[in-house]
């Protein structure tokens, strides 16, 4: 059995006081047993108030990135030991933004997923094609490539101790979420590679990730939850998106 997961990606927004209020309306409407597991990943600086007040509840947190390096002169970066201080259960690793931004590489990010599970946090990694991919029909490559790094460098039973997160480029924050066929035949797809370990892994769906649309995607057979951006910066919104998981 695959518990649900619905996870928030906040990406670079919002302030202090923002973050505070956010999290205390999503504690206030998630309290009590939960079939789905929930969890939000903020930016860096708010993680100890997160810590503090996620602390007693049934909500979970992560960070968006983190050095594939366990300490030294790597000016900027952020470790896994810091994230376990600060009570992390989760790491996002290759997101799209940071593939694209950031310049990272498979293989970089094939590191980082390692270093995570052996930090003992659970990597969440982020696969998925660019639109020019997709009509070019070069989807299945793109995502086998960027899988097959990480199971390369790590070995299926390491997979396993993570999740995967397909997030088509073209769907990230344009309102344009992949349909709940064209999620499940990639999430299928996904699963195949993954082999026997396949089965227990959960894999997540994100792109423009909505109220509106989150019941139809979680129904699918291959799709345990989402990856949720924008829509999760709004605490109402966040959890309808949470509840239809369950
Ligand atoms: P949106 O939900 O804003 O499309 O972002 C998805 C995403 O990138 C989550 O990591």
Known sequence: MRRPIVIANWKMNGDMRFTRRLLQDICKSWNGVHEAEVAVCPPFP??????????QTNIYWGAQNMSDRDNGAFTGEISAEMLNELGCKYVLVGHSERREFQRESSELVAKKFKKAVESQLVPVLCVGESLEQRENEQTYDVIARQLLKVVDHCGLDMVAKGIVAYEPIWAIGTGKSATPQMAQDVHSYIREILGPEGDQ???LYGGSVKPDNAEALFSQKD?????VGGASLKAEDFVEICRAAE
């Open 223 to 227: 799709i345990d939850g989402a990856l």
């Open 201 to 203: 892994i959960r894999i």
């Open 46 to 55: 708010y993680l100890a108030a997160t810590q503090m007040l996620l602390e």
